[in-house]
């Protein structure tokens, strides 16, 4: 039973919270023929903390962004990743102690699974981790939830995982923005991911992060990665928002919950209207798009908001999407507000003349993208 309102207090759920995987999750909760090849942070062969995916280094530590604070500090190495961030108990503490009820939990390094190119490697890590994180939720069921990988690598792949995410209680799956292996979100075959979410009841997060190799707005472009940052996560939601409310896949699974995450919300109220005005004047092009843009996202889809984003949820609620907005704490990841970031959120809320709702960012909205209930 998740946290309920009473006479006294509403429950605060954080939406998108963090782990870090540990090495248990490559070496104890995978299977063993794909041990090597899955992702998991050692250290290579110079001795260097790094990131190996399928079985060969990245160059890259993932490290330093998995931290508080520590982005840029080159010492920083997996074994440093903080008990909050991988200990089921130590994370309750930090919870009691941010004044935080509830958490919803997405991955770290598996933010990065869709650097994997084979599809039988990217099922065999889907299922590690979502074995791993089926355990880390038991320490507490009422408090601790959480989101399972989704292998897009293969449709049959991810369509049995979805099966196996929804048997181990967990929330639902998270996939990237990009596109896996040119797959589109509204090809023909992704329908099938969308049935499958859809009749299991299951939230969909698309959420992306930086580090990835994957072809993007940001990857081609850019190798800088004050750019890369900048550019990949608002520029490949926006697209995200586009392709599945445009191409009707919302119209057509009218049960669906799709949320767009940690990308900010300044963007969605230009983006919606912007949407909008394209059905008017363009619309026979998306001929499976029945209903109004914004209607769609309003009714379906779900957004985060970072703590000191008050200015931009006032431009939201004001157009009356204020239902859609959840919060993230994004801890324990290095630019997350850690501690204070409940604080910081009521703060900036109250600002902006907002704080009557709080409550429903916190709550309400929050267990309506995570099925729990009004």
């Known amino acids: 039973m998740a946290p309920t309102r009473t006479d006294d207090h509403t429950p605060v759920y954080d939406a998108d919270a963090h782990i870090c995987e540990p090495t248990s999750v490559w070496t104890d909760y995978c299977d063993p023929a794909f041990r090597d090849l899955i992702l998991r942070a050692d250290l290579d062969a110079d001795g260097r903390d790094n990131l190996f995916v399928e079985g060969r280094p990245t160059g890259t530590s993932a490290a330093p962004a998995c931290i508080p604070g520590a982005y840029g500090n080159p010492d920083i190495t997996w074994a440093d990743i903080v008990p909050g961030s991988w200990d089921p108990a130590q994370r309750l503490q930090v919870m009691d102690a941010e004044r935080l009820d509830a958490a919803l939990m997405f991955p770290s390094l598996d933010l990065l699974a869709g650097d994997i190119t084979r599809p039988d490697v990217a099922a065999a890590n889907a299922r590690a981790y979502n074995r791993w994180m089926a355990d880390f939720i038991t320490e507490d069921r009422e408090r601790l939830f959480g989101m399972g990988v989704c292998p897009l ?182 630019d997350c507000t850690y501690p204070g970031a409940l604080q910081e959120l009521e703060d900036s809320l109250a600002s902006v003349g907002k704080a009557d709702q709080l409550d429903d960012v916190l709550y309400t909205n929050a267990r309506r993208f995570m099925g729990l209930g009004d």
């Open 153 to 334: 690598q293969s449709v049959d792949a991810a369509v049995a995982e979805i099966s196996f995410i929804a048997d181990s209680g967990l929330t639902g799956l998270t996939f990237r923005p990009e596109r896996y292996g040119g797959l589109e979100l509204y090809s023909p075959e992704m329908d099938r991911v969308w049935s499958a979410a859809e009749d299991h009841d299951l939230t969909v997060a698309i959420h992306g992060s930086f580090g990835s190799k994957m072809k993007s707005f940001a990857t081609t472009r850019y190798s800088n990665q004050f750019y890369v940052h900048m550019v990949c996560h608002p520029f490949e939601q926006m697209a995200s928002v586009m392709e599945v409310v445009a191409s009707g896949i919302l119209d057509d699974h009218p049960r669906l919950r799709v949320g767009f995450f940690e990308s900010g919300l300044g963007w969605l109220p230009y983006w919606l209207e912007r949407l909008d005005e394209h059905k008017e004047t363009m619309g026979h092009l998306v001929p499976r798009l029945k209903r109004e843009p914004t209607e769609i996202f309003s009714d379906q889809c779900f957004i985060t908001m970072e703590a000191g984003e008050g200015d931009a949820f006032a431009m939201v609620a004001d157009l009356g999407l204020a239902q859609t907005v959840v919060w993230g704490s994004d801890y324990p990841h290095y």
